[in-house]
């Protein structure tokens, strides 16, 4: 069921200060912005040998944790994000956040599974687009 990590979300308080900082550690310039209200909401770089995905998210944007934190959150590619999530919640996860489509070709959802641990699973465009590549068409 799991194919693969499609996106690593963090998330920061001060947007601006995490992109300095990530563009810096990474050397490269996020290459994708979203604004919410005028305001940075999310900042994704593609890095690494496979252009995995790591977003920067406004941390008002974040699920958070069962004590209030926020909590980084891995996305493990599938290809039905609803079916899976049915899946996960049939073996026992409980919901965390429903599937929701940030755009064509995104779609999210998490579940916590009984050990308390956050699993997302997505379908993400971008990975089977490198996939292909990968694999020569």
Same mark, same amino acid.
């Given at each position: 069921?799991?194919? $693969? ?7 920061? +308080? =001060?947007?601006? /200060? @995490? ?5 810096? *550690? ?43 934190? $926020? ?7 599938? +290809? =039905?994000?609803? /079916? @899976? ?5 049939? *073996? ?43 694999? $020569?068409?």
């Amino acid at each position: 069921m799991l194919r $693969g990590l499609t996106t690593v979300s963090l998330f920061a +308080d =001060d947007l601006t /200060a @995490a992109r300095r900082w990530y563009t810096e *550690l990474l050397g490269v310039e996020p290459y994708f912005e979203r604004s919410a209200n005028g305001q940075t909401a999310y900042l994704e770089y593609r890095i690494g040998d496979y252009s995995h995905e790591l977003g920067l998210i406004d941390r008002r944007f974040a699920p958070g944790t069962p004590d209030g934190g $926020g909590a980084g959150i891995a996305y493990w590619a599938v +290809d =039905d994000v609803s /079916a @899976a999530y049915a899946r996960l919640l049939s *073996l026992g996860a409980s919901p965390h956040r429903e599937p929701f489509e940030h755009g064509p070709g995104f779609v999210t959802a998490s579940v916590t599974d009984p050990f308390g641990n956050v699993l997302g699973v997505m379908f993400n465009q971008h990975y089977l687009d490198v996939l292909a590549d990968s694999s $020569g068409g």
